[in-house]
């Protein structure tokens, strides 16, 4: 198992930035896939970017954050970041980061994802 924290989120007005952080331990968290989802008020949770394990990975955009979200990955401090640039209101959401087991392979289901992190607001003002 690998514990998750994230932080990082908060309130920023349309067109900002943030970077959201999520730390591991327990795992060395190269060794995991992993997942930043979103959950807004009424709507399902939607997976937004995805990293493959390894210290070389593919990653995965939803359409909507193409362009403005990069995912990254600081093994020396087991940390994957979600920077997100651009901010729409329509990004205001819980974030998630979610780590699970793969080979190589990006995660796109939430139910392949075995450790998840307590969740930190994105709120961003028009």
């Known amino acids: 198992q690998v514990q998750l924290v994230e932080s990082g989120g908060g309130l920023v007005q349309t067109g900002g930035s943030l970077r959201l952080s999520c730390a591991a331990s327990?795992?060395?968290?190269?060794?995991?896939?992993m997942g930043w989802f979103r959950q807004a008020p009424g709507k399902e949770r939607e997976l937004v970017a995805a990293?493959?394990?390894?210290?070389?990975?593919?990653?995965w955009y939803t359409d909507s954050v193409k362009g403005r979200f990069t995912i990254s990955g600081d093994n020396a401090k087991n940390t994957v970041y979600l920077q997100m640039n651009s901010l729409k209101p329509e990004d205001t959401a819980v974030y998630y980061c979610?780590?699970?087991?793969?080979?190589?392979?990006?995660?796109?289901?939430?139910?392949?994802?075995?450790?998840w992190g307590q969740g930190t607001q994105v709120t961003v003002s028009s």
């Open positions: 990293r493959s394990d390894g210290n070389t990975y593919y990653t």
């Open positions: 979610a780590a699970g087991r793969s080979s190589r392979r990006i995660l796109y289901s939430d139910y392949q994802y075995d450790n």
């Open positions: 327990g795992r060395i968290l190269s060794s995991y896939a």
